[in-house]
């Protein structure tokens, strides 16, 4: 990818987001987990807002808690490949379950195709560290903030970029979220029309169960 002149610093998203590893850091973790990366949609289910944490709704299927929340709000491809030493590669995952979409690259000034590339750089790095990986990409889906902005087509062609990735890629799996039906409600969101109240967590935690079956039997 070419050198990206004029990127925006948004100085109250970097401040948050360090904040956000810091915090992280200071939890003892341990190795070999299912790993949940990427933005606000992982970051939200959390008690911090109100909402039944992650690691609570997917366990294994001894009902041992097996999956460790490491979303970030506001972060896009390049904050992810920033702060991946210290977001992921200390925990060893076994499996890393990776949203890549652009969300929030707009706003710092990336295309979708150039938030892709540092998103595969991050997939690459995990793959290389961890022999033997399992990575889950999770698209973009359908959300009332997303029809408002007529958004819904280019996001279909851009989870294509992951479709095409994935199915090439030994020990890659694309998730499709996009086609998902119970997750097109508009009223599983909440008034922003782009993150998920308690029942759209309900719904989100229901499809990764059914992605991660086969994972989820380990633990």
């Known amino acids: 990818m070419p050198v990206k002149i004029g990127l925006r610093h948004i100085d109250l998203w970097n401040e948050s987001l360090e904040k956000q590893v810091q915090r992280y850091e200071e939890e003892q973790v341990e190795p070999g987990q299912i ?36 979303g970030f709000g ?15 590669r200390p925990l060893a995952p076994s ?8 969300g929030n690259g707009g706003a710092f000034g990336y295309t979708w195709e ?10 690459a790095y995990a793959m290389t560290d961890f022999p033997g990986l399992h990575v889950y990409l999770e698209g973009a889906g359908i959300s009332p903030k997303g029809k408002e902005k007529g958004e819904i087509e280019r996001r279909k062609e851009c989870n294509k970029y992951l479709e095409k990735f994935a199915a090439k890629t030994p020990g890659v799996t694309y998730v499709d979220k996009m086609n998902y039906t119970p ?3 508009d009223d599983i969101f909440v008034a922003d029309g782009v993150h998920y109240n308690q029942e759209g967590y309900d719904i989100y935690a229901d499809f990764y169960r059914e992605v991660l079956k086969d994972e989820l039997k380990r633990f």
């Open 183 to 185: 997750m097109h409600r």
């Open 95 to 102: 499996v890393l379950v990776y949203n890549c979409t652009n």
């Open 74 to 88: 506001s972060s896009c491809g390049e904050q992810q490949l920033y702060y991946y030493d210290r977001m992921v």
């Open 114 to 123: 150039e938030n892709w590339e540092l998103s595969q750089r991050v997939i």
């Open 35 to 70: 790993v949940f990366y990427g933005p606000s949609n992982f970051t939200r289910w959390s008690t911090k807002w109100e909402h039944r944490p992650l690691r609570e709704e997917i366990v294994g299927a001894s009902g041992k808690p097996c999956c460790v929340n490491r």
